[in-house]
C-alpha cells in the first residue's frame, strides 16, 4: 500500500514553520521605536490643540504592522498568558502569535462576552468579579491603548496618580508631603472613594469623551459577559 502526506498538512506545517521564523526574527526595537515616534507625534499633537492630526495618528499606530505585533506580544508574555477567555483558544506559539498580528483588524470587529470569574478580595471574606476576555479581545485593546495612552497622558491632571504610566504610591506620597510640610498648609487630610465607580460609569459619557474610534469602544463597553454559562449584556460600567 502506498501512503503519500498529506498537500494540506505539508503545505500548514511550512506556513506555520515561517510564521514562527517571523515572530522569532521580529525587528522588536524598531517597533518600539516606530510606535514610540508616533505616540510622541499623538502627544505633540494634542499639546498643540491639532486634534484632527492626532486622530489621523491614531489611525495610523493602530494599523501599523508594528503596533499589532507589540499588542500581541504583551498579551502573551504577561501574568495572564495562561488563561484563556470565552473561546478557549490561547497564543502559545511562534506561529500562533505571528498570525494574531497579521489578523487584527478593526473592520467587521465584534467583541465576545468576557468570562466572569470570583476571586477573594484581601483580607475580607467577600469577592470581587473578575472579567477574562479572550486574547483577541486583550489584543485589540493593547493595541487601542498604544493610540489613547498619548492623549490621555497630554491631557491627565498632573496630581492624578492612580492607574497612570510612570506613576506609583510614592509619586502621590510625595505630593502628599509638599502639600502638607509647610507651616501654612492644611492640618487634615480628606480621604473619599466612589462606590462602585467602575461598575457605574455611563457608556455614553465615555463615548462622547474617550478620544478614540467610538465603534471599537463602543464593542468593548457592549461586550457583555459570561457567568456560569448564562450571558449577562452590560449598559454601564466597565468590566474589569
Known amino acids: 500500500m502506498n501512503v503519500k502526506c498529506s498537500t494540506t498538512l505539508t503545505s500548514e506545517d511550512s506556513t506555520d514553520r515561517e510564521l514562527a521564523r517571523q515572530w522569532n526574527n521580529f525587528p522588536w526595537d524598531k517597533a518600539h521605536s516606530y510606535v514610540n515616534r508616533l505616540q510622541t507625534r499623538i502627544a505633540k499633537a494634542v499639546k498643540e490643540g491639532k486634534t484632527r492630526l492626532a486622530r489621523r495618528l491614531q489611525y495610523i499606530l493602530t494599523h501599523s504592522y508594528f503596533a499589532k505585533a507589540l499588542a500581541v506580544k ?27 498580528a497579521i489578523s487584527l483588524i478593526d473592520k467587521g470587529y465584534k467583541a465576545k462576552p468576557l468570562a466572569r470569574i470570583y476571586i477573594p478580595k484581601p483580607n475580607s471574606d467577600k469577592k470581587r468579579p473578575l472579567s477574562i476576555p479572550t486574547f483577541y479581545d486583550r489584543a485589540m485593546q493593547a493595541l487601542y491603548a498604544l493610540a489613547l495612552q498619548p492623549w490621555a497622558e497630554t491631557t491627565a491632571d498632573i ?12 509619586d502621590a506620597a510625595q505630593y502628599l508631603f509638599i502639600c502638607l510640610s509647610k507651616d501654612v498648609s492644611a492640618t487634615y487630610v480628606l480621604e473619599g472613594d466612589i462606590r462602585g465607580c467602575f461598575d457605574n460609569i455611563p457608556h455614553e459619557w465615555l463615548l462622547e469623551n474617550i478620544p478614540m474610534d467610538k465603534k471599537i469602544l463602543a464593542e468593548f463597553l ?18 474589569c
Open 74 to 100: 504583551k498579551v502573551t508574555e504577561n501574568k495572564g498568558k495562561r488563561t484563556a477567555g470565552v473561546d478557549g483558544v490561547r497564543w502559545r506559539t511562534p506561529a500562533e502569535r505571528m498570525r494574531a
Open 222 to 239: 457592549k461586550a457583555g459577559y459570561i457567568y456560569e454559562g448564562v450571558y449577562h449584556s452590560t449598559t454601564m460600567g466597565v468590566l
Open 159 to 170: 496630581t492624578s496618580f492612580g492607574f497612570r504610566l510612570y506613576k506609583c504610591a510614592q
